[in-house]
């Protein structure tokens, strides 16, 4: 005790003696004396430093070794590589004039001691030591910090970290490494912001993810990503072909996917690319063959075609999917048509894997069989979830006989091309999402559309029977040499080669002829009904409205969607001049009598147009009708009425609304759409238990995601023009029985302008959703949808709404306060809906979708992702994450155990059997299957009730 007492009087006596000499130049500062001595007598072999043990003024003169002070504050200690074993003083932020600091390659150990607040720091070197532990705040303030190398040190060994949000405060940041140092998560998008980052190494952590959009315009020349536990990072390379300044890049021992972007050749600074163990696919470009780089590496990926010629110094390009083994050589004819047609479908994984070599009736081509004559018969590929597009290029396959594609997600219209395969017979595209025109095929071929909800569904002409000495209605010879081979029509397997039998060839012929028969039998009853039905429709038809529409680029001067509607008591209507969407017009009488003279019983919602009331037709088809409240008929309100109905009558798509009419009778103005039993998303986020429903589980929101994100690409690339939605929010996403999405109320959609610019226009949306450009400048691109879709991402994850006053004020919008703790996983995890019940069989998905928002949502238009990659990436985690034991009596018709892209597929059939199993009649009904008139559906849209 009495020894303890005299260490006190000593220590005090010292630190008085000490602020004694503080006026004298160089005197140590007490403060900063007190942690240096901190940091000397917690180290296990302090003697290394060579510090006087009897010293009382590190600055000197003559200043300690390894310490460097200004005006009696240290602002430098230099250690490195002195073999130092122990922690470090936890108050080492004290010394708040540090400008550097460079601890590397020792045994320092223990919880790394927070830099919270060091300022004036530029330069600190941590690698290559052994602490466990890095605290939460380590990065706040450092506002200064140039160089910040943390390699190598084990921290949170056991869970792992996330690189919080603090660092996008280090604007000067030029090099930040942390290879092996136990980083998980997503890479944050922030890192890309930064203005001076020229250096991010992060090899060998667990990081997973996609490389974050926002690097495709930073300044990066160094980028270390390669080798990450787990399996390491995922998705497409596209964002690399924009990062002209890098010098080395470094992605090997990852699971990237997808081709080598074509604009790769613009990184003329890049001296070293290393792409070895990864799942890259495609072939290689030009650009990237001419590249006069030092080390390139590009070995065990999947790349196919021809071998170029490089101009690498150093090049290796082994354990590949070549047709030729040696640089220069060329691919044969079929082989390069093969690989044009899975390129149009994004190379998928199974099939890049297999089809490998120079000739595909030889090796294991799957999905691919051949004829006698070793050409390409037969392209089976049904039920793979395939996406992408349908190429052209197969009509070069002048040999196909059959084109088996059933069950998969191809998109954009069937190749008119293909009418010129000569001995084509069969082209089966069941259940994709293929647009018209349907090409004219020639007699002879069947072609199955069932399930293609933007085609309908016909007959084709089916093959007449040949003699014996002519040859068959495919043009193949009939002899029994030279019969096409057979193959698996409900499966997919490996190449065949066994020829078909005379017998199985004329059963064929029997079967396509008999079906033929029957279909034409069929479309003769149904047009002898329907010419019954017109003709008494045209007898009772009450009085109904018409609508002119001018050329489709009419627009106003607001660049609105325009057409002229004419009441039906008009002259220039009575005259007879009605456009082809005369058939869109309903009586007013007609609407008031569906819902019961618009009774409050049947109202669904109100919004600012007006209130939408439920409705049902004589035969038991239940509509939705919105009604314009009359008193506020303004011009804006009459422009989203005509907006609605014109936009509406150009597009169609599954995951659209559909507009099946309209009224104007007076002052009246109505929409009739399809009717959506499950209302709408918000209601299903936000006001599940007021309205006694269940939460919705994480399997049907991703698949609600996913219906969202193909009816905006819809709008956006795959109609004749492009449209802008301009108010896309959970209460415009509407829901049917089956929780399968449609996109509604499009009356502020404008078509997008021809170049890839902006236009400017009157702010209108819904605060919370507004993209940041068009709130503040008015301008407008298919961005603002973009960032719109990001934020129902968000709402989907935490099942809180876009703007909520009631929240605090950091929270109250939900894409601002999201953005915060998006790369931080625990604070992700803990902040999704708790609705969810959250296990970790949906983190991984949950990460996914969390990045995704967080790409949708960038304050910059330009890095966020077009709607065609959006779908891409949630197509993907559909097809991959697997529900839980909790979600498996959801559906009872559905087995929830199988993963969610044949779940899909088996809801995909129920649609179909329920909306389309009457090619003359779509929708929902009461009672036992009433007709249902043609043009009507079972969905509808409206806003929640408020």
């Known amino acids: ?176 490494s942390c290879s092996g140092c136990n980083v998980g ?35 990066l020349k160094v980028l270390w990503l390669n080798n990450q536990d787990g399996g390491g990072m995922s998705g497409p390379l596209d964002v690399i072909g924009s990062m002209v300044g890098l010098t080395q890049l470094w992605l090997h021992g990852s699971q990237f996917t997808g081709p080598i972007p074509d604009n790769i050749g613009d990184l003329t600074s890049l001296k070293e690319l290393n792409l070895n163990r990864n799942h890259l696919v495609g072939m290689i470009p030009t650009s990237l063959a001419n590249m006069n ?147 004219m095929f020639r007699n002879g071929v069947k072609v199955i559309t069932d399930g293609n909800l933007n085609i309908i569904s016909g007959s084709n002409k089916s093959p007449l029977p040949s003699d014996g000495n002519s040859e068959s209605p495919s043009g193949i010879p009939s002899s029994a040499d030279d019969q096409p081979p057979s193959s698996d029509l409900d499966g997919v397997g490996s190449a065949s080669h066994v020829p078909v039998s005379e017998n199985s060839t004329k059963s064929r012929l029997a079967a396509v002829v008999t079906a033929a028969a029957g279909v034409t039998f069929f479309i003769i009853i149904a047009a002898v009904i329907a010419a019954y039905c017109f003709r008494k429709r045209i007898k009772t038809k009450q009085a109904t409205t018409n609508v002119v529409v001018p050329p489709k680029d009419s627009l106003d001067h607001d660049n609105m969607v325009k057409i002229s509607l004419v009441d039906s ?57 919105k009604r314009m409240e009359s008193g506020v008929v303004s011009s804006k309100a009459l422009d989203e009425f005509r907006a609605e109905i ?134 407008i691109s298919t961005k603002v949808d973009v960032y719109s879709f990001g934020v129902v991402l968000m709402e989907l994850l935490t099942g809180l709404a876009a703007l909520d006053e009631q929240r605090p004020e950091d929270q109250r919008y939900l894409a601002e306060w999201f953005w915060r703790i998006k790369s931080e996983k625990q604070k992700l995890i803990a902040n999704l809906d708790p609705a969810l019940g959250a296990k970790e069989d949906i983190y991984e998905s949950v990460y996914a979708v969390a990045e995704l928002a967080g790409h949708c949502t960038a304050r910059d238009p330009s890095p966020r992702p077009d709607m065609g990659y959006v779908v891409n990436v949630i197509a993907r985690l559909v097809d991959e994450w697997k529900p839980s034991d909790e979600d498996t009596d959801e559906d009872p018709g559905i087995d929830l155990r199988q993963p969610l892209q044949q779940m899909l597929m088996g809801w995909k059939e129920n649609d179909v059997t329920r909306y389309y199993s009457d090619s003359s009649s779509v929708g929902s009904s009461k009672g036992s299957n009433p007709a249902k008139p043609s043009g009507f559906a079972d969905s509808f849209t409206w806003n929640d009730a408020r």
């Open 1 to 176: 005790m009495e020894a303890d007492s005299r260490r006190l009087i000593h220590h005090v006596a010292f630190l008085v003696y000490i602020c004694l000499l503080g006026g004298v130049d160089g005197a140590t500062d007490p403060n900063d004396f007190e942690i240096l001595n901190d940091f000397r007598n917690g180290l296990e072999n302090p003697e290394l430093l060579k510090w006087p043990a009897n010293g009382n003024d590190a600055c000197g003169p003559p200043s300690w070794p390894h310490v460097f002070c200004s005006n009696g504050r240290v602002t430098q200690i230099q250690v490195r590589g002195l073999g130092l074993q122990g922690p470090l003083p936890q108050n080492l932020n004290r010394l708040d004039k540090l400008q550097s600091v460079a601890f590397q390659n020792n045994k320092f150990n223990g919880k790394l001691p927070t830099f919270s607040g060091l300022s004036d720091l530029q330069f600190a070197y941590l690698d290559y030591n052994e602490f466990d532990t890095i605290p939460s705040d380590f990065f706040h303030g450092l506002d200064n910090i140039r160089v910040l190398n943390l390699d190598y040190n084990p921290f949170n060994r056991s869970t792992g970290w996330s690189i919080p949000s603090d660092l996008a405060e280090a604007l000067q940041l030029v090099n930040f």
């Open 185 to 219: 998560g997503p890479v944050p998008d922030f890192l890309g912001d930064l203005p001076s980052l020229s250096m991010l190494r992060m090899s060998y952590n667990r990081l997973t993810g996609y490389i974050p959009l926002s690097f495709s315009d930073s300044g």
């Open 293 to 439: 780089l030092q080390v390139l590496d590009l070995s065990n990926n999947m790349f196919m075609g021809p071998i170029p010629v490089f101009k690498a110094s150093k090049v290796d390009y082994e354990s590949n999917s070549f047709c030729q083994d040696d640089p220069g050589g060329q691919c044969a004819s079929e082989v390069v048509a093969l690989l044009d047609f899975l390129h149009d479908l994004n190379y998928p994984e199974k099939l890049a894997l297999q089809w490998t070599g120079n000739d595909p009736c030889k090796g294991p081509w799957w999905g691919i069989t051949c004829n006698p004559r070793n050409e390409v018969s037969v392209i089976n590929l049904q039920k793979l979830g395939l996406t992408g597009t349908l190429s052209p290029s197969i009509s070069n396959l002048s040999s196909l006989l059959e084109i088996h594609l059933k069950g998969n997600h191809i998109h954009g219209m069937i190749p008119a091309s293909l009418t010129q395969l000569r001995f084509l017979w069969l082209l089966d595209v069941t259940g994709n999402d293929f647009m018209p025109p349907l090409p």
């Open 569 to 625: 008591s008009s002259p220039e209507t009575q005259s007879g001049s009605v456009s082809a969407n005369n058939n869109l017009g309903i009586s007013l009488q007609v609407l008031r009598n569906v819902t019961n003279n618009f009774s409050q019983e049947n109202e669904l919602g109100r919004g600012g147009f007006g209130v939408v009331y439920k409705g049902e037709l004589e035969n038991g088809t239940r509509v939705a009708v």
């Open 646 to 779: 014109e936009v509406l009558s150009r597009v169609s798509h599954r995951h659209l609304v559909s507009l099946l009419g309209y009224s104007i009778e007076g002052n009246e103005r109505l929409l009739v759409y399809e009717y959506m039993p499950l209302r709408a998303l918000s209601r299903h986020l936000f006001h599940w238990r007021s309205a006694d429903l269940k939460p919705l589980s994480w399997a049907k929101r991703l698949v609600i995601a996913l219906d969202v994100a193909r009816g905006v690409e819809y709008l956006h690339t795959l109609t004749h023009q492009t449209f802008i939605h301009r108010d896309l929010k959970s209460a415009n996403i509407l829901l049917d029985e089956n929780f399968r999405a449609k996109v509604s109320d499009f009356g502020l959609v404008k078509l997008a302008p021809d170049t890839e610019g902006s236009i400017a226009t009157r702010l209108a949306g819904t605060f919370g959703y507004l993209a940041p450009e068009y709130a503040v400048t008015g301008k």
